[in-house]
């Protein structure tokens, strides 16, 4: 059965899952190419489950990029959003909320001098998401907010290792 465009009988299932095998472990890879001439500057094949997407970026003019293509941190606050839709509609499905509408705004605040410039300044200040839809879902809107894998990272330091492999 799909509710606000989620299978509710996958996420059931994947709940039942969860709460008996204490979680679903899963992995993530992404290879990509920073490209040393011309537009766009970096290139990776993103993929789903059926399909294979070829996914492109630019840094902006100000950081010495092209400025063809759309920007890292856009690509960052997209996927902040869509992580956030899709479980703010999870738990709406959950919740027995239908709705007949769901729109996010988001909006980053940042200084891009730290990048340039050494400085103690924070680069990314501030993000806000905004939330319009047909129903109350605050309730909702509360759970998505701690539930969102994006939110999370974003919450929480996470283990990051750079290095270089030959």
């Given amino acids: 059965m799909r509710v606000n465009n989620i299978d509710l009988d996958a996420v059931l299932e994947a709940k039942r899952k969860a709460e008996k095998e204490g979680g679903i472990r899963v992995e993530k890879h992404i290879e990509g190419e920073f490209r040393l001439d011309g537009s766009p500057m970096f290139v990776a094949e993103l993929r789903s489950d059926l399909s294979k997407f070829l996914v492109t970026a630019d840094e902006p003019k100000l950081l010495g990029g092209q400025g063809v293509h759309t920007t890292p941190l856009s690509y960052l606050l997209f996927g902040v959003m869509s992580c956030y839709?899709?479980?703010?509609?999870?738990?709406?499905?959950?919740?027995?909320?239908?709705?007949?509408?769901?729109?996010?705004?988001?909006?980053?605040?940042?200084?891009?001098?730290?990048?340039?410039?050494?400085?103690?300044?924070?680069?990314?200040?501030?993000?806000?998401?905004?939330?319009?839809?047909?129903?109350?879902?605050?309730?909702?809107?509360?759970?998505a907010a701690t539930r969102c894998p994006a939110l999370y990272a974003i919450r929480n330091p996470i283990d990051v290792e750079t290095r270089q492999v030959q």
Avoid: F, W
Wanted: glycine letters at 6%; aromatic letters at 4%.
């Fill in 85 to 143: 839709a899709s479980t703010l509609a999870i738990q709406c499905a959950l919740d027995g909320v239908k709705l007949e509408r769901l729109r996010i705004k988001g909006h980053v605040y940042y200084d891009v001098g730290p990048v340039v410039a050494p400085s103690d300044s924070p680069i990314i200040r501030k993000l806000v998401l905004e939330v319009e839809a047909d129903k109350d879902v605050r309730e909702q809107v509360k759970k």
